[in-house]
């Protein structure tokens, strides 16, 4: 079992930058796969970032270039470094830790940029 906290959201201007935290505690950290998911009102979830376990990292189209993920393994810790943010980046972005056996997510941090 593991359990995920995610933390940094808020409310940001237009072009402005966030940094969203995950600290995942209950299991061994480094033998997951982190990610990133969002989900806008009326829209579905959606995988943002990710980052494996020995450090490969993917994004969406949307964000690629604007958005890094990285990960400490010594401080079971993931972040999502949010840049150039639009307002289509409104949304409650969760954290999920993955592995073949299953799926642990945070509740979530809302993320608001305003036009």
């Known amino acids: 079992q593991v359990h995920v906290v995610e933390s940094g959201g808020g409310l940001v201007q237009f072009g402005g930058s966030r940094r969203l935290s995950c600290v995942a505690s209950g299991s061994i950290f480094s033998i997951y796969d982190m990610n990133w998911y969002r989900q806008a009102p009326g829209k579905q979830r959606e995988l943002v970032a990710g980052i494996t376990r020995g450090g490969s990292t993917n994004y969406a189209d949307s964000v690629k270039g604007r958005f890094t993920i990285s990960r400490d393994n010594a401080k079971n810790a993931v972040w999502l470094q949010m840049n150039s943010l639009k307002p289509e980046d409104t949304a409650v972005y969760y954290c999920?830790?993955?592995?073949?056996?299953?799926?642990?997510w945070g509740q979530g941090t809302q993320v608001t940029v305003s036009s």
């Open positions: 999920n830790a993955h592995r073949d056996w299953g799926d642990y």
